[in-house]
Structures are given as C-alpha cells and as structure tokens.
Nanobody, 120 residues
Framework: QVQLVESGGGLVQAGGSLGLSCAAS????????MGWYRQAPGKQRELVAA???????NYADSVKGRFTISRDNAKNTVYLQMGSLKPEDTAVYYC??????????????WGQGTQVTVSS
C-alpha cells in the first residue's frame, strides 16, 4: 500500500502565492508520474499539473505561467508552487501518483486533498 501525505494550502488573497507538497511512502518500487488535480464545488476534478520521473511536465492551460510543478525523486515528493492566484483557483487540490510496486503492478494513488481558497 502507498500513502500520499499532502501539506500546504490555505487561504490567500488574489495575486498571492502558495505552495503545496506531497510525499509518497509505502510499498514503492518506483514512481512513474506525480501530479496535482483540483476539484471546485460543482465541477469535475481536473488536472492541474503533472511531472514524470524524467522531469517532463504538463500543465493545464489555465495555470501555465503561474504554477510550477517540481519533484524530488529521492524523497518521492512532488511540489506545486502557485503564483498570481485567482479566485477561480479555489478548489480542493489532490495529489496523484502512478506507482510501480514490487510486483511490477502500476497503480494510481490519491492524497486526501487540501483546500486552497483565494479571496478577491
């Protein structure tokens, strides 16, 4: 089993910055990709940003140029630095990881979610 523990989040004014981190632990052989999703009230969960083990990144158009995803492979940790925040960034942010276990099975795991609220 794999656990994803998120930290960060909170309340920030529009235009401000906030950082999230997510550490994976447990039965991990390797992690293929890690990323962040978000879900606002009444909306579907959407990809915010993702990063592969090789450092390839992918961002939602709505956050390009404002958010930066990074990863520490040695610590199995992914970070999301959010800048120029807007009220529409308000959502619960979920960490996601695609993990190879010691049986060579690829499984997806989710964090518990952390609230990000941007006030106008």
């Amino acid at each position: 089993q794999v656990q994803l523990v998120e930290s960060g989040g909170g309340l920030v004014q529009a235009g401000g910055s906030l950082g999230l981190s997510c550490a994976a632990s447990g039965s991990i052989f390797s992690i293929n990709a890690m990323g962040w999703y978000r879900q606002a009230p009444g909306k579907q969960r959407e990809l915010v940003a993702a990063v592969t083990s090789g450092g390839y990144t992918n961002y939602a158009d709505s956050v390009k140029g404002r958010f930066t995803i990074s990863r520490d492979n040695a610590k199995n940790t992914v970070y999301l630095q959010m800048g120029s925040l807007k009220p529409e960034d308000t959502a619960v942010y979920y960490c996601n990881a695609l993990v190879f276990d010691f049986n060579d099975d690829l499984k997806t795991y989710w964090g518990q979610g952390t609230q990000v609220t941007v006030s106008s």
